[in-house]
């Protein structure tokens, strides 16, 4: 099958079946969405669901998140991963945007990576999911998922190559709901160890299918 083909059945089947996927991150506005992404690092959307409900009602904005501690933070979101470092972040994000932006979340990738732990994958979220431009954010689902499928070429072993290279053939007005129907495909569907091959609606064009499908 050709890429182009491939990216067209892929676009065709997600459309139809999941035309409305979204984050499943809980969050009102720029602020939370950005809270919530940077404390999911390495840990559950589940997970961080759980604990922002208290933290966002102690911390409804920026500027009260720029006026705690990071022991007052840590408090709050000590279940999470690495809550030291997290919570480091959360106190630092809150002083830049209330420092140097106005209290607002910043538009672009390049501001918003500026923020303290805030790399490109977050920023991407942001960008993606808040002001809908055609950033895609490359998690461990989407470098997985893109790379079984044969979207992109088994030689793109870095997030960024994966990035750019699901940019190149998706049209910008898909990409930010591609980078859902990717994760949410890779968290219930293809998963890691053992991708469950005989649930998946989309074996007809996966590379990774018609690999292993007689072994």
Not at 19 to 46: F, G, I, M, R, W
Not at 78 to 102: C, E, M, T, W
Not at 189 to 213: D, G, M, V, W
Request: proline fraction near 6%; aromatic fraction near 8%; glycine fraction near 4%.
């Amino acid at each position: 099958m050709l890429k182009k083909e491939r990216f067209q059945a892929f676009i065709s089947h997600f459309e139809s079946s999941f035309p409305e996927a979204e984050t499943e991150l809980h969050y009102s506005n720029p602020y939370e969405l950005l809270v919530a992404v940077v404390l999911s690092a390495q840990c559950t959307d589940k997970r961080i669901n759980q604990v922002t409900p208290a933290l966002f009602m102690r911390f409804p904005d920026a500027k009260a998140l720029a006026e705690s501690s990071v022991e007052e933070i840590f408090s709050y979101i000590r279940s999470v991963s690495y809550p030291n470092n997290k919570a480091k972040h959360l106190l630092g994000l809150g002083q830049k945007i209330v420092d140097q932006f106005a209290g607002e979340v910043p538009e672009t990738l390049e501001d918003l990576q500026t923020l303290p732990g805030v790399g490109r994958k977050t920023a991407n979220v942001i960008a993606s999911v808040i002001y809908n431009q055609p950033a895609m954010a490359v998690d461990t689902h989407v470098f997985r998922v893109s790379r079984r499928l044969g979207l992109v070429p088994q030689t793109a072993k870095t997030p960024l190559l994966v990035e750019k290279a699901l940019i190149r053939h998706l049209p910008n007005d898909i990409i930010p709901v591609a980078h859902h129907w990717l994760i949410l495909h890779g968290r219930y569907i293809c998963l890691a160890r053992t991708p469950k091959c005989k649930e998946c609606s989309i074996t007809h064009f996966c590379a990774y299918f018609a690999k292993n499908q007689d072994k």
